[in-house]
């Protein structure tokens, strides 16, 4: 009964990856209530593809869930499918005019870039214009452009690049920052100048994530691609678990 116990018991199933814990993490999706054990549930979710996952999370989703965080941990689960995603749920999810504090539409953000699909980049772009979206959910935005970004081909990725670098000018300073972070997950060692001269322009504290990008992208100029994608994981769990954190003391402070 203890939401705690029910949070550990999702992630050690997902953690096994069986076809007998996928039955299990999809009935549970369809039974749980607990607002405390559904967001982790579905995140578990999300680290597993299945076809019987993608049709739970669904069935959730139209039975309507106006859960804020768990809806964006949903459609996160469901961009992690990949080629079964159902792209053209998340690019109207993308698109919702009503999404109060930014979190469904950044989820269905970070999802498209999940795809992997080519025609996730145009939607990301046309999001990370001013006014598009919220500014809550526009960094989200940024961010999930550099991701989707990485799948490209090598000679379509520089337009990707030029329009994180316009928007390192940006003049909110969350999508500043998402756009170093998206260089950075794009992995374009071309981006270099561009953040060499932005950490001119800002404070000691922030240079840090600057001088890290920089690293990164000179490090990682030519690495293998295992390493290349274990690191992009990496830096995802990371800047998912920022955000998470930012949107929770944004939603705090307007409550």
Aim: hydrophobic share 45%; with cysteine.
């Amino acid at each position: 009964p203890f939401w705690g116990v029910r949070v550990r018991m999702a992630q050690a199933l997902a953690k096994s990856g069986s076809q007998a814990a996928v039955e299990a993490l999809a009935a549970l999706v369809a039974e749980e209530q607990d607002p405390m054990v559904l967001e982790h549930l579905l995140r578990a979710c999300g680290t597993l593809r299945a076809p019987e996952l993608r049709a739970a999370i669904e069935a959730r989703l139209d039975g309507g869930l106006d859960l804020y965080r768990a809806r964006m941990v949903a459609f996160e689960a469901l961009g992690a499918q990949r080629g079964e995603a159902p792209y053209e749920r998340l690019a109207d999810a993308a698109g919702e005019a009503h999404d109060p504090y930014g979190m469904g539409r950044s989820g269905a953000f970070r999802a498209l870039a999940e795809t992997r699909e080519r025609r996730a980049v145009e939607q990301l772009t046309g999001a990370t214009e001013p006014g598009a979206c919220s500014n809550r959910a526009r960094p989200a935005a940024t961010m999930a452009l550099g991701g989707a970004g990485k799948w490209l081909e090598e000679n379509a990725r520089p337009a990707v690049r030029e329009r994180l670098e316009d928007l390192l000018r940006d003049p909110i300073d969350r999508v500043r920052a998402a756009a170093v972070t998206g260089l950075r997950v794009l992995g374009e060692v071309a981006a270099v100048p561009a953040l060499q001269a932005y950490r001119g322009r800002i404070s000691a504290q922030e240079a840090a994530d600057v001088d890290r990008a920089i690293r990164s992208l000179r490090a990682g100029a030519t690495p293998p691609k295992k390493e290349r994608d274990e690191e992009l994981d990496k830096i995802r769990k990371q800047l998912r678990t920022l955000d998470e954190t930012v949107q929770k003391l944004q939603a705090r402070l307007d409550a």
